[in-house]
Structures are given as C-alpha cells and as structure tokens.
C-alpha cells in the first residue's frame, strides 16, 4: 500500500484530495479524486494517466480538452445522475440536450439566459420562461421563425399539423399548417 503513503500537493487550485479503493473489480484498483478545478495541472502530474482522467466541471474540461470533451462530460454527468437516481433516460435524449448546449462552439446552459444567447428562435425562447414577454415582443418587432430545428418542431406539434394556442384557459387562434 506505498500508495496510501503518497503526499499530494503542488497545485494551488486543489483544495482536497482522496484515494478511493475499488475492490469489486478483484483487483485492487486505486482512484485519486481531487476536488479543485485545474483540469490540466492534474492530468500534467507525474504518475497520473491523462488519458484516463475525468472532470465533472464542464467549463474546466472545454477550457482544457474543448468543446466535443465537454459535450461528453454533460451526456455522462446527466446519466451518472439519473442512474444514482433509480432513473434511465434514452442517451439519444440526452445527447440532443447535450448537441442544444454546446452547438454554439460553447457550453450554454439550458436557462433563459443560455436560451437567450442562442437568440435564433422566438419560439424556443417562449418554450420556456416568461413566454407572454418574448411573443409580445416578437409581435411588437415583427420578429419571424422559420421553425426548422427538431426541437421547434416538438413545442409546435408539427407531425399534426394544426397549432392549438391556449393563453391563460382561453383558446386564442387554431392554425393550420
């Protein structure tokens, strides 16, 4: 066990470290977890293999490995939840939630001000926070969408091909597309 012995130090950003023993593989297999966010200090350690380092900090791994790297981390911190949380979800799910928040070259997240800054569609932007503000203002400004994601298609119900607006109980207009 010379490696229980080892001193862990010379990164600043690290506050914490500790080695965790996985057993159940039959041999004793060692992960050092470092709690910090200097990805590329950790991986240029001496003795740590870079190729089998992991971050769940998804800014620190597109800063340090890009944008693909970060895209993977979301798909795999959004499974890793989801299991530890007796859920399943299809990956192909998660991997379109992952393609939203980084198509941009950037990792966006999924909130108004994530939505905002993707500011291509009027109508992803009501999907989800303060919908009368955003369609009012489109309305006002003469904003147009040419809905042609997969995910504007889902909100408008497109494979039916009528739009049913409801606002506040009362049916406002029925379109037909």
Do not use: W
Not at 24 to 42: I, T, W
């Amino acid at each position: 066990l010379y490696f229980v012995s080892v001193v862990v130090q010379g990164i600043p950003e690290v506050t914490r470290a500790v080695i965790h023993i996985d057993e159940q593989s039959g041999k004793n297999k060692y992960k050092l977890l470092v709690e910090g966010d200097n990805l590329r200090a950790v991986m240029a350690t001496h003795g740590v293999n870079g190729s089998r380092t992991t971050s769940n900090n998804t800014y620190e791994v597109e800063k340090t490995l890009g944008i693909e790297a970060a895209r993977s981390t979301i798909i795999n911190e959004i499974q890793y939840t989801m299991v530890n949380h007796g859920m399943s979800i299809d990956r192909r799910h998660v991997m379109l939630l992952a393609d939203l928040m980084s198509y941009k070259g950037e990792i966006l997240g999924i909130t108004r001000f994530g939505l905002a800054k993707m500011k291509e569609s009027v109508l992803m932007l009501a999907s989800f926070e303060k919908t009368a503000d955003h369609l009012f203002d489109a309305a006002y400004f003469g904003q147009k969408d040419s809905v042609c994601g997969k995910i504007l298609k889902i909100v408008l119900f497109l494979g039916m091909k009528t739009l049913l607006f409801l606002y506040m109980g009362c049916e406002i207009k029925v379109f037909s597309v």
